[in-house]
């Protein structure tokens, strides 16, 4: 079977097509670089905003892998992001139904329900998180990943399309799982976390108090959206010099979430080899936390505000669902980004 791979010289794509090409798929992989060459896939130089042809690349294939984008909010002012993301995705189900093509498999976000990028606070409904919580998306990019999901369902209630929307998280090259640096920084995060853990909670209750209200104060002035100016490194060098902010900022409003570059490819093809009908919008991420942390301990230090609880959070899991990728595709990660006997941190609360 022919497949279109659009965006295939990024870092998913190009771990998508190898994935593809290995598994005996006749990979056509599109891009705007013009200095690429595969090996093993037929590569052409076409911008998916460019509908006619888009179409033409189409010509041929069974099925669609979109993975085109523009990918965070300060790469491009927000109506670049708009029409890229939006427009770019809405060619591409047009030209897919124009060529008789009835799955599509898309590169959504983490970020399409509104968290990393936002401009306020990031407070749950409930953990961990899942496909049916309410997006609340404050930034270009995933106010943009928002709408792609929707037009998988327009098309699937107007020409009864098939397609899922893979929400992905941070996208690890395999070469930082065992880089000495990042683990390194897991360590020193994971003892802040437990430091943060054993004061008396009211001391806790005040620490946290102020880094929320400093986290908050950051991202109202939107530095994502400015990654080049003065405001951008000099929150940074803050992060760094107060690494209990920096966790708070970064990481709690990604969850601890990622998934291994490979694992991302291998969700691609269950998407294409799946046998489901419809338009799905799917979590697919690594089952641990990146940071190999006591799941139950995260919740309650960084979202206690939080006291509805749809599934358990034993050990070091993820607090963001895979069920879903699971029942629907059949999805499981392969290359774990937490060694599996990493221990978590034993103690508890302090109260």
């Known amino acids: 079977m022919r497949v279109l791979v659009t965006g295939g010289t990024g870092n998913v794509g190009t771990a998508t097509v190898e994935h593809l090409v290995a598994q005996g798929w006749d990979v056509r992989a599109i891009g705007r670089r013009q200095d690429i060459e595969m090996a093993r896939a037929e590569y052409h130089v076409c911008d998916i905003t460019c509908y006619d042809d888009l179409r033409e690349q189409m010509q041929g294939c069974q099925a669609v892998v979109h993975l085109a984008a523009i990918p965070g909010p300060g790469r491009s002012p927000g109506h670049e992001v708009f029409r890229v993301n ?51 998306t ?70 946290l108090a102020e880094i929320s209200a400093r986290a908050r104060e950051i991202r109202s002035k939107r530095p994502f959206e400015q990654r080049k100016d003065a405001l951008w490194i000099a929150w940074r060098q803050e992060l760094e010099q ?66 509805e609880w749809r599934a358990p959070l034993d050990g070091p899991v993820s607090l963001v669902s895979m069920e879903r990728a699971r029942d629907l595709i059949g999805f499981e990660p392969v290359h774990a980004l937490v060694a599996p006997d990493a221990a978590p941190s034993p103690g508890g609360v302090q109260s």
């Open 86 to 136: 939006v427009a770019g995705t809405m060619n591409v189900f047009e030209a897919a139904h124009a060529e008789g093509i009835r799955r599509v498999v898309q590169a959504s976000s983490i970020n399409a329900f509104g968290c990393f990028y936002n401009v306020d606070d990031l407070v749950p409904q409930y953990l961990p998180i899942d496909e049916d919580h309410p997006p609340r």
């Open 138 to 207: 404050s930034d270009p990019y995933s106010f943009s990943k928002q709408l792609v999901e929707e037009i998988g369902a327009y098309y699937w209630r107007r020409e009864r399309m098939s397609s899922v929307a893979l929400r992905l998280p941070a996208v690890w090259p395999s070469s930082r799982i065992a880089d000495p640096e990042r683990l390194a920084r897991v360590q020193e995060d994971r003892a802040i976390i437990d430091s943060l853990a054993a004061l008396p909670e009211s001391d806790r209750r005040v620490r």
């Open 242 to 307: 107060d690494r209990l902010l920096g966790i708070y900022t970064f990481d709690r409003f990604n969850f601890w979430t990622a998934i291994d570059e490979r694992d991302a490819a291998q969700a691609v093809q269950k998407g294409l080899a799946a046998d489901f009908e419809g338009s799905h919008v799917l979590f697919v991420n690594d089952c641990h936390n990146w940071l190999g942390y006591e799941a139950q301990q995260l919740a309650r230090l960084f979202f206690g505000d939080v006291d």
